[in-house]
């Protein structure tokens, strides 16, 4: 069974399934003749109550910091709240009732109190109220041991947790939070994020599912009760490769990617947008290999104005904070098409009037593109590659175009920084005249896909074609070698930032031919770095 | 007696937490103190009596205090007010 909730934190969670007990602590009225004894039994279980809530205090201390765990002092400080105190007494003295049946009424009324407020972060007093008389309760019933959660971790699953609660499980048996009520803000939730365990609320789960296996998908808020054996498959794969990467990022942050025998290879990564920014620094990318810069293209219904572009570059740049940014020029055409560029339709794409092709011919787009970049490769380190490159003319026109900007914007006054020129290498016809292109640029960077379906002849859209498909084909890596070596002899540096620089069945026969930077999508970073680490450059 | 009349800067307003902080400097005063708004008045010296005024950012609350000390007492809590809340 399949149901929904609100996430609260993500990362997937496969166990038991354990519904938490919350004893709906019910309480009998009953009549008491010696008011004076109830009223000291009432009191001294207050002090017991509020000698508890000082341990939780110490307890949440170390495990969730001051500022939550503030609030177990405040819960001390509601236990002698004159009202609240002076309420109960009252009703045991003039109703001649038991302590018990006191303190659940006024932390009703309380508790009701709070309820009825117009805010959320109020409405939560209500659980606070609840928990302490509920606490007081317990004491006077001479209860003990909550959160006991047996010896196997579980799914813990729960109408609302009260922060008590929370504080008081043993965290070693949690693998998961599944509420039916509570906020993103509740205790519940701060606590998940803090121990990095999923956690969902707002899930309908039926008290018959304690006791069954059930997975939590924290990321797509989803909660499986009793699930099929695909689904636990399924699941555990996406667990581990969470794991995985968990560990990776925990050992290999902040290590650089140097082979054994101690190279150091350049490791970037590929962005689509400027928000994928946040997950190239979280992956501790050493910059971006390739800033597909269509997005800004492909986002917009007409043209995207200079200042657009120059903002997008520029906030890259900055949030990079001097780590080098490789943008690519406009690669549109071919599987990427644009309304108002008003391409016409094509019996081949892949080999039409694409990337460098259309800007040399309407240079007005590819001048406004050249221009934002410029500007702001002054606030970074910008670096500018061109796709889709035949011909020693093609470069020699976009280098012209990119002079031609540069006096422009001096004699704007307008800063800019120097900025490094590259070529893609995605054509048979680049490879072969790599040791010309490499007399014209700084760098190369091989763009594989391309390359390879242009040099084994192959669609890759086409499914028929899979099984002769070659990724590791002798070709593209004799090409591969030649490039670099063209590219070293000229002093450029040469690069991957095609799907084939993220195979790790391939990293060391990379390294081996003096590849001297991967490109890689930042969720394969780390993976690269790890097999960068286990590698040797020399042969 | 004593009035101040003040406005809520801290984002959160009157909470759990900065509650609990104002009614505990309030009992140190011998006096009596107590807090109103909107026209409803709570003994400051009590938590949940000031946490049901759900005092927000930007609303005013009327400090008072009145007896022994009430001198003192508002000076000590106009600067906590000021300085905390």
Redesign the interface.
């Known amino acids: 069974m399949k149901l929904e909730g609100k996430s609260v934190f993500g990362g997937i969670a496969i166990g038991k399934c354990k519904v938490y007990g919350k004893k709906e602590s019910f309480v009998k009225r009953n009549k008491v003749v010696d008011t004076a004894s109830e009223i000291k039994r009432f009191s001294q279980a207050k002090e017991q109550a509020k000698g508890q809530l000082a341990q939780l205090y110490e307890k949440a201390l170390k495990e969730v910091g001051e500022a939550n765990a503030m609030i177990f002092e405040v819960h001390q400080m509601m236990l002698d709240d004159l009202d609240y105190v002076e309420s109960i007494t009252n009703m045991i003295s003039t109703q001649g009732i038991n302590a018990e049946f006191a303190v659940a009424a006024t932390g009703d009324n309380f508790a009701e109190m709070f309820a009825a407020m117009d805010d959320d972060y109020m409405r939560e007093r209500a659980a606070d109220v609840k928990d302490i008389s509920n606490r007081v309760i317990s004491i006077l019933q001479g209860d003990q041991n909550q959160g006991d959660l047996g010896k196997e971790p579980v799914i813990l699953l729960a109408d609302d947790l009260a922060p008590s609660e929370t504080v008081q499980l043993d965290k070693s048996k949690v693998l998961s939070f599944v509420t039916r009520h509570g906020s993103t803000n509740s205790h519940t939730a701060i606590l998940a994020r803090t121990m990095n365990i999923p956690a969902l609320i707002g899930v309908d789960f039926h008290e018959d599912a304690d006791g069954q296996i059930g997975i939590v998908d924290g990321k797509q808020g989803i909660f499986i009760i009793d699930p099929s054996e695909e689904e636990i498959a399924h699941y555990s794969k996406l667990k581990k490769q969470d794991e995985d990467r968990a560990r990776l990022l925990q050992e290999l942050k902040g290590q650089e990617s140097v082979t054994k025998d101690g190279k150091a290879i350049q490791l970037y990564a590929n962005i689509g947008g400027v928000g994928d920014v946040a997950s190239v620094l979280a992956n501790d990318a050493g910059g971006i290999g390739l800033f597909r810069s269509e997005f800004l293209y492909l986002e917009s219904s007409d043209y995207p104005t200079e200042e657009q572009q120059f903002k997008a570059y520029r906030t890259v740049a900055e949030n990079m904070a001097g780590k080098k940014v490789i943008i690519r020029t406009l690669d549109i055409g071919a599987d990427k098409q644009v309304d108002y560029f008003g391409l016409d339709k094509e019996e081949n794409p892949a080999m039409g009037y694409r990337a460098i092709r259309i800007c040399l011919d309407r240079k007005e787009i590819f001048k406004t593109q050249l221009r934002a970049i410029y500007r702001a490769s002054y606030y970074g380190k910008i670096a500018v590659m061109f796709p889709m490159v035949i011909s020693v003319d093609e470069v020699l026109q976009a280098k012209e175009m990119c002079q031609q900007v540069k006096e422009e914007l001096k004699a704007e006054g307008v800063p800019y920084s120097q900025v490094e020129l590259g070529v893609m290498i995605e054509t048979p016809a680049a490879v072969m005249i790599s040791d010309l292109l490499a007399k014209e640029v700084d760098f190369f960077s091989i763009g594989t896909n391309d390359l390879t379906q242009y040099t084994l002849a192959i669609d890759r859209q086409n499914p028929k074609l899979d099984d002769i498909y070659d990724s590791h084909h002798e070709a593209v890596l004799r090409m591969i070698q030649m490039v670099v070596d063209n590219g070293h002899k000229e002093g450029c540096w040469v690069g991957i930032c095609g799907e084939l620089g993220a195979d790790i069945s391939l990293t060391e026969t990379f390294l081996q031919m003096g590849i001297d930077e991967l490109s890689v999508s930042p969720s394969m970073i780390l993976p690269v770095r790890d097999q960068i680490r286990k590698s040797g450059a020399l042969r | 007696m004593r009035e101040y009349v003040y406005t809520i800067t801290d984002p959160?307003g009157i909470?759990?937490?900065p509650?609990?902080a104002f009614?505990?400097e309030a009992a140190q005063y011998g006096c009596k103190v107590t807090i109103e708004k909107d026209g409803r008045e709570v003994?400051a010296?009590?938590?949940?009596?000031v946490?049901?005024l759900?005092v927000?950012c930007g609303q005013e609350i009327l400090l008072r205090t009145d007896g022994d000390g009430e001198e003192e007492a508002m000076e000590g809590l106009s600067k906590f007010l000021q300085d905390n809340l």
């Not at chain 2, 010296?45 to 009596?49: D, E, V």
């Open positions: 959160e909470h759990a937490r509650a609990g009614v505990k003994d010296k009590r938590i949940m009596g946490m049901s759900g927000k």
